[in-house]
């Protein structure tokens, strides 16, 4: 199916997102799911320039696909892009997600996907907030590395229990 055509950003959850989420065990307690959970970050921005200084505030909106939590504690922020779309384009959207999670003194996983590759980022925050980013996997390649990202989430998530 994923050779066919380009697959929507809808049909990426359904067709290949839900199926690793169940197979990782993120169905189950004590983890549970949110879609399209709206965000808001707000930053003061300060333009200097030599005839005036200026101070405004800009505020970022959006939604988050899929957000798995465990109580409160946001584990795993999942972004997914139509199949045709480069992962490039997902990263900074997540990282946007990541520094608005609630508890940053917690760190936050998050995967991005369109289907046919995946990456996973971690974001920390000890003096400053620094992130990392994991190898890319792909869907088709010699070896398929579906079965790396299904173990990634299962290692992810017996880790946060």
Request: charged share 25%.
């Amino acid at each position: 199916m994923l050779e066919n055509a380009p697959l929507l950003e809808e049909a990426v959850k359904m067709v290949v997102l839900s199926p690793l989420l169940d197979l990782a065990s993120f169905y189950r307690h004590p983890f549970y799911i949110a879609t399209e959970e709206s965000v808001e970050i707000s930053e003061e921005i300060i333009i200097d320039d030599q005839e005036n200084s200026e101070e405004t505030q800009e505020i970022i909106k959006d939604k988050i696909d899929v957000l798995v939590l465990q109580d409160k504690l946001w584990l795993l922020i999942i972004e997914s892009k139509r199949s045709s779309f480069s992962l490039a384009k997902a990263i900074p959207q997540a990282l946007t997600y990541m520094l608005a999670n609630p508890q940053p003194q917690h760190p936050v996983y998050s995967l991005v996907m369109n289907g046919e590759d995946f990456q996973f980022m971690k974001l920390l925050k000890q003096d400053k907030f620094t992130y990392g980013l994991s190898d890319r996997f792909a869907l088709y390649r010699r070896e398929n590395e579906l079965y790396k990202v299904v173990n990634i989430l299962k290692k992810i998530s017996q880790f946060l229990i």
